[in-house]
Nanobody, 118 residues
Framework: QVHVVESGGGLVQPGGSLRLSCTVSGSIFSLYTAGWYRQALGKQRELVALLTTGGSPVYADSVKGRFTISRDNAKNTVYLQMNSLKPEDTAVYYC????????????WGQGTQVTVSS
């Protein structure tokens, strides 16, 4: 009953920007940690950014200073603002919602493709 849907991916030139959105429905979003993960072709899925229910962000070293995660609990939405994009940012980006300390309440979106190319 909990559904996670990402949007905002696309093709962008190096140095450009994209803003990803993720809407979580079917539960109380404010109770969930929200995160963005990505999986490049031939690579494992990795954490990009995480935002706790307390509002503390965590970023992968590779995106620090370039990406910003934020959330709007009133809209059940988490965002990932991506600036200064690099070709190595190319991946499928997945949104994740996780209920802290509650096993089984972990949900993933279908993914949205981000391609950074000139």
């Amino acid at each position: 009953q909990v559904h996670v849907v990402e949007s905002g991916g696309g093709l962008v030139q190096p140095g450009g920007s994209l803003r990803l959105s993720c809407t979580v429905s079917g539960s109380i979003f404010s109770l969930y940690t929200a995160g963005w993960y990505r999986q490049a072709l031939g690579k494992q899925r990795e954490l990009v950014a995480l935002l706790t229910t307390g509002g503390s962000p965590v970023y992968a070293d590779s995106v620090k200073g370039r990406f910003t995660i934020s959330r709007d609990n009133a809209k059940n939405t988490v965002y990932l603002q991506m600036n200064s994009l690099k070709p190595e940012d190319t991946a499928v980006y997945y949104c994740n919602a996780d209920r802290p300390r509650l096993t089984g309440q972990n949900y993933w979106g279908q993914g949205t493709q981000v391609t950074v190319s000139s």
